[in-house]
């Protein structure tokens, strides 16, 4: 007799009678999805500019991505919201990012509605959609959608990717990570790389391993099981890592500059049919100097970081292209729906002059070409977390002007490459229509005959703001349906009306014609000297690059692209505008826990986020750890907070007590006891004591004097003419008893275990303070 189901919530089917001889079983109806259903592979980049796909005119190999493209379609005119949270957002949910409460990056929240970084659950995501569908789902490497609040231990885990219908996750949790000794998170819980740098270790390779492994996993036991991947490697944001070979292959290729590269990429792209043959290529930057004016050390320094980010990318693209074949071995390659897509415009974080150090740009920290020159050989490399300059942002989103966290199409402006060969008919072709992020998972549902559910988990969903492409990928005429959109980040606003774009930038056209730097905070009335003087208008239906402000001459129709921006905003909850950029980063925000003034730390517990973590900077504060020291000693960590790229230690090394102070790999200040730390069990003892201001502007944090002690007896003293100022080190957070991420000295490697006992570590930070009253006698004595 045949199985006999029925579905969850409906009757029992079969017969119950007093005795089984006289019943008929019945079962719930597994969830199943159709035959033949799709698999869907999002593959999302990171910070990877319009002008930086081989298939999009780069000169940059790409091979994998370009095979999906000349396979596949690719879309001239996707438009994402200008920063990576946002635009991540409108991909997995269909809704804007306004609507989202992602205004910014998660780390930027805001205390309003359409800012406060809870995406709600009636926003819901595709992983949730397809998983009541019968899919398997699997997110690999950067999320950065989840509360800065919430990424501890502490949870809560309903937005952690397992909470939005992710079944397996592995990759890390926040906006960027070291490459080499990336901050790993595999499903609900802290993990740490099984190899070193030094052993081939490098975060691309690890996540395609996983990639696989996940769709192998469940392909082996339900080969009909499809699955949706949101896969997302950490490229090419920054920190540009990669094996010094892959950079070395594009040795000489940028020596000519980047005007040089924009022109030839402009030419392929024309070539191409990428931008439409009367495009203008937008003019000279006014913040980016010309390559001709440069020395020839900036030259052989920006030359050098950009070969090192081509060399990222290409391999980035063979990892992907690891993925992609595994598909086409088992036989799902021509069945699975991808979709490939950046989620802004290349990034300018790395400043004028570029970067070997990201974190100096989140402390308002220059750098110099000299300190640099001196780093070049380690570019790419773990010791290094470095981005280039502007220029080279600027070329990235050839043909378009500026960049990521700004709404000119440079911001705005991504790749999209759309392959599956078994539902689409056309093959190497170029899309036009105008769609946006948000866009994804409505075409997605009907590709997949699937409506948007109206409840999911017993949450009323809201309606999808986008709108699908679908009926674009076998025909090249069709119309866009995607009419109308708004843009805003950090007070930069811009609004796409059919063939219209309006801009009002800020702090203006550029930094240099602004007469301001990025992040300056809006004022009332300001805004309204915004609106009523300095919007842009251009018709890019027929100037694709933004090039002829005709504002003047439309004054009318520029009155109604502003208005209808203002609806728009208030739709969303795009309101209040906030122009404010790294002060942001600074708000006082929601935590799990209150604010207090001791935290007490355990050994080997999981690593604590920089936000979750107890904030030493700038203040007064002692760390005291309850150790118990076995005979012939003891080594290792006993707190740290960063990395190499910035960040403090405090560890005990030679039987001695150490703390370093690593000022965003600028300086380090060593500071090391006089005494070695006797057996048995000890209060081993660190405290700082501001003895200056701190000057925010230029990046320089309170100075102060460090001391050590145990069992309350000084044993070292010295001062400290700087500190950071705002973010210790994004590559690692705080951790007790070992410091696997990289290291903030090199006096140590790591994971550096303590190899005693700690009972616990706790950091005071309400002022109090041993007083060595021997030393302070002194002091008197000599004084009278």
Request: proline letters at 7%; hydrophobic letters at 35%; charged letters at 20%.
């Amino acid at each position: 007799m045949a199985l006999q189901e029925y579905k969850p919530g409906t009757a029992f089917s079969g017969v119950i009678g007093r005795t089984v001889d006289q019943s008929s079983p019945a079962w719930p109806e597994p969830l199943r999805a159709k035959k033949g259903t799709p698999n869907v592979l999002f593959i999302v980049l990171d910070d990877t500019g319009f002008g930086q796909f081989g298939c999009y005119g780069s000169p940059i190999k790409t091979p994998n991505l370009d095979a999906l493209a000349a396979n596949g379609l690719r879309y001239n005119n996707l438009h994402t919201t200008a920063l990576c949270s946002p635009s991540r957002s409108c991909i997995m949910t269909g809704r804007n990012h306004h609507s989202n409460a992602m205004a910014c990056i998660t780390e930027g929240s805001t205390g309003y509605p359409g800012s406060n970084g809870n995406i709600p659950f009636e926003n819901g995501f595709l992983s949730e959609i397809l998983l009541q569908k019968g899919y398997n789902t699997y997110a690999i490497g950067k999320w950065h959608l989840t509360p800065a609040d919430q990424l501890s231990a502490a949870g809560p885990y309903d937005r952690w990717p397992l909470g939005r219908g992710f079944e397996r996750y592995y990759g890390f949790l926040g906006g960027d990570t070291h490459q080499y000794y990336p901050a790993l998170v595999y499903d609900n819980h802290q993990v740490h790389p099984d190899k070193t740098p030094e052993e081939g270790y490098h975060f691309n390779a690890d996540i395609a391993d996983k990639a696989i492994s996940f769709i192998a996993d469940s392909k082996q036991i339900a080969p009909d099981k499809p699955f949706f991947m949101y896969f997302c490697p950490g490229a090419m944001h920054a920190p540009h890592h990669v094996p010094k070979e892959w950079a070395d292959a594009y040795a000489g290729q940028f020596d000519d500059g980047w005007e040089a590269y924009r022109e030839k990429v402009f030419a392929r792209q024309k070539e191409m049919g990428i931008v439409p043959q009367n495009a203008e290529l937008s003019r000279h930057d006014p913040d980016v100097p010309h390559w001709d004016s440069l020395s020839a050390d900036e030259k052989r320094l920006y030359a050098r970081m950009m070969e090192v980010f081509a060399g990222f990318f290409t391999h980035t693209d063979y990892h992907i292209g690891r993925l992609l074949d595994f598909l086409k071995n088992i036989g799902e390659f021509e069945n699975t729906i991808i979709m490939v897509i950046s989620d802004n415009g290349a990034s300018a974080e790395g400043g004028l002059q570029g970067s070997i150090n990201e974190t100096l740009f989140f402390n308002n920290v220059p750098e110099t070409l000299e300190d640099n020159l001196k780093e070049i050989d380690k570019l790419g490399g773990p010791e290094t977390f470095n981005h280039y300059p502007w220029g080279w942002t600027w070329a990235g989103n050839t043909p378009f002007r500026r960049w990521k966290r700004e709404t000119y199409r440079g911001g705005i402006s991504d790749p999209l490459i759309v392959h599956w060969p078994q539902g689409i008919k056309a093959k190497g072709e170029i899309r036009t229509q105008y769609a946006h992020a948000i866009d994804l998972v409505p075409t997605v549902l009907e590709l997949l005959e699937i409506d948007p559910p109206t409840t999911i988990r017993g949450v009323t969903q809201s309606p999808i703001e986008g709108v699908s492409f679908a009926h674009t990928l076998d025909n090249a005429e069709a119309p866009s349906k995607h009419i109308t959109q708004y843009f805003e980040m950090m007070g930069h606003r811009s609004l796409y009306y059919d063939g219209w774009r309006a801009v009002c930038p800020w702090p203006g056209p550029s930094f240099t014609e602004a007469g301001k730097p990025f992040g300056v905070p809006i004022a009332k009335d300001t805004l309204t000297e915004l609106d009523a003087h300095h919007w842009e208008l251009y018709h890019i239906a027929e100037d694709f690059a933004e090039n002829h402000n005709i504002a003047a001459d439309n004054r009318a129709k520029l009155i109604e692209m502003v208005a209808t921006w203002y609806v728009e905003a208030g739709k969303y909850n795009v309101l209040p505008v906030d122009g404010r950029g790294v002060q942001r980063l600074a708000e006082e925000r929601p935590q799990i826990a209150e604010a207090r003034t001791r935290y007490t730390y355990y050994p080997n517990t999981q690593e604590i986020p920089s936000n979750s973590a107890v904030r030493v900077l700038n203040r007064l504060h002692s760390i005291t750890a309850d150790v118990e020291i076995p005979q012939g000693g003891a080594e290792g960590v006993l707190l740290a907070h960063g990395g190499n790229d910035g960040g403090y230690a405090f560890y005990v090394k030679g039987g001695k007590l150490h703390w370093v102070h690593n000022y965003l790999a600028r300086s380090l200040y060593h500071l090391q006891s006089k005494e070695s730390i006797p057996e048995g069990r000890h209060q081993l003892r660190f405290e700082f004591e501001p003895t200056g201001q701190v000057d925010l502007a230029t990046g320089k944090g309170a100075p102060g004097r460090a001391q050590l002690y145990i069992d309350e007896k000084l044993v070292g003293q010295t001062d400290v003419s700087v500190t950071i100022p705002l973010n210790i080190g994004v590559s690692s957070g705080l951790t007790c008893g070992f410091a696997p991420g990289s290291p903030v000295t090199p006096d140590y490697e790591p994971p550096f275990k303590f190899t005693g006992k700690i009972y616990t570590v706790v950091v005071d930070v309400s002022g109090d303070l041993i007083h060595d009253h021997e030393a302070e006698m002194r002091t008197i004595m000599a004084r009278q």
